[in-house]
């Protein structure tokens, strides 16, 4: 699976893509995986209320990509502090999808969440 950001014709990244650059209003005209690079700890936060099915504490940061001018918010595996290297780690469930209100089918999230690298 990738995690794919979107390039316009000027280097501006979004992720995830759209049909025009949030910057610039280009059209988007090229994808870029970011899963294979690693990114850099902008800042972080643990919640303690969570939503029904998502892992409680549940620790999120915003991660800076080296390689690209890019950030991204997402779930943390292990411990984390601002300026640490993290990888882009897939995994089949970010949310368990036997909880809530809504039909398990429609409640699996399957994506990424970074490591410490």
């Known amino acids: ?10 280097g501006h990244l979004s ?15 090229e994808t870029v995986d970011l899963a294979d690079e690693t990114a850099t700890v902008v800042t972080w936060t643990t919640s303690y209320a969570t939503p029904p099915g998502v892992r409680e504490p549940n620790t999120l940061a915003i991660v ?7 950030r991204l918010l997402g779930q943390v595996d292990g411990d984390v502090e601002i300026g640490d290297t993290v990888e882009a780690t897939y995994t089949e469930e970010l949310r368990d999808p036997e909880a809530g209100i809504r039909e398990p089918a429609s409640q699996a999230w399957d994506g990424y969440r970074f490591s410490p690298s």
Do not use: I, K, T, W
Request: glycine share 6%; charged share 25%; with cysteine.
């Open 1 to 10: 699976m990738s995690l794919d950001a979107g390039r316009c014709p000027n």
């Open 15 to 29: 992720c995830p893509p759209h049909p025009r650059c949030p910057e610039c209003g280009e059209p988007q005209s």
């Open 64 to 70: 800076e990509f080296e390689a690209y001018d890019v």
